[in-house]
T-cell receptor, first 114, second 116 residues
Framework: AQSVSQHNHHVILSEAASLELGCNYS??????LFWYVQYPGQHLQLLLK??????LVKGIKGFEAEFIKSKFSFNLRKPSVQWSDTAEYFC????????????FGSGTRLSIRP | GAVVSQHPSWVICKSGTSVKIECRSL??????MFWYRQFPKQSLMLMAT?????????EQGVEKDKFLINHASLTLSTLTVTSAHPEDSSFYIC????????????FGSGTRLTVV
């Protein structure tokens, strides 16, 4: 069974700082990888996803993530964060088969100091 | 874009009563829908996977007789919390997977259930 680990539970940064949130998954087969964001009081939104091809994936709002297969990692990055990036970030994985369930990591709360 | 509507957004019910939560895909056909539960400041825990026209597949530890799931059409899945207790109070979120090939998943806005 697949699992996802997010080691940073709460990250606090100042505006304009660079961001990297860690995500590691455990699964022996081919996977699809996702990063979702949940702004305060709002529902989950997809930031970016990786299915195949270029391991460096660019998403919305300046976010990107790099799939490193040898490390089973899919870290999320942003070169310069803004106060509006304050939110909960979830890494997720599913096995590459149709109708497969998505398993979420425990989430990382990102707080940006203005 | 794909939109999933979840209703109600919040509900308060008395212990022992049942509550039904609806999840609708508004502009696409969802071959598969997922139900999650999210406790405060925690991640989403998958409860069950439902496929249109067949029985739902429940995750380990989830009581299928307590959390009834019906996926009657390609645009509607319902979750009924039967004989609700205060410990069932939580945030319930549905997700719908489009039937096309890009494995797109869209999430509903969630339902806050409070059992008193």
């Amino acid at each position: 069974a697949q699992s996802v680990s997010q080691h940073n539970h709460h990250v606090i940064l100042s505006e304009a700082a660079s961001l990297e949130l860690g995500c590691n998954y455990s699964y022996g087969g081919t996977v699809n990888l996702f990063w979702y964001v949940q702004y305060p009081g709002q529902h989950l939104q997809l930031l970016l996803k990786y299915f195949s091809g270029d391991p460096l994936v660019k998403g919305i709002k300046g976010f990107e993530a790099e799939f490193i297969k040898s490390k089973f990692s899919f870290n999320l990055r942003k070169p310069s964060v803004q106060w509006s990036d304050t939110a909960e970030y979830f890494c997720a994985v599913n096995a590459s088969s149709s109708a497969s369930k998505i398993i979420f990591g425990s989430g990382t709360r990102l707080s940006i100091r203005p | 874009g794909a939109v999933v509507s979840q209703h109600p957004s919040w509900v308060i019910c008395k212990s022992g009563t049942s509550v039904k939560i609806e999840c609708r895909s508004l502009d696409f056909q969802a071959t598969t829908m997922f139900w999650y539960r999210q406790f405060p400041k925690q991640s989403l825990m998958l409860m069950a996977t439902s496929n249109e026209g067949s029985k739902a597949t429940y995750e380990q530890g989830v009581e299928k007789d307590k959390f009834l799931i019906n996926h009657a059409s390609l645009t509607l899945s319902t979750l009924t919390v039967t004989s609700a207790h205060p410990e069932d109070s939580s945030f319930y979120i549905c997700s719908a997977r489009r039937g096309d090939g890009d494995y797109g998943y869209t999430f509903g806005s969630g339902t806050r259930l409070t059992v008193v």
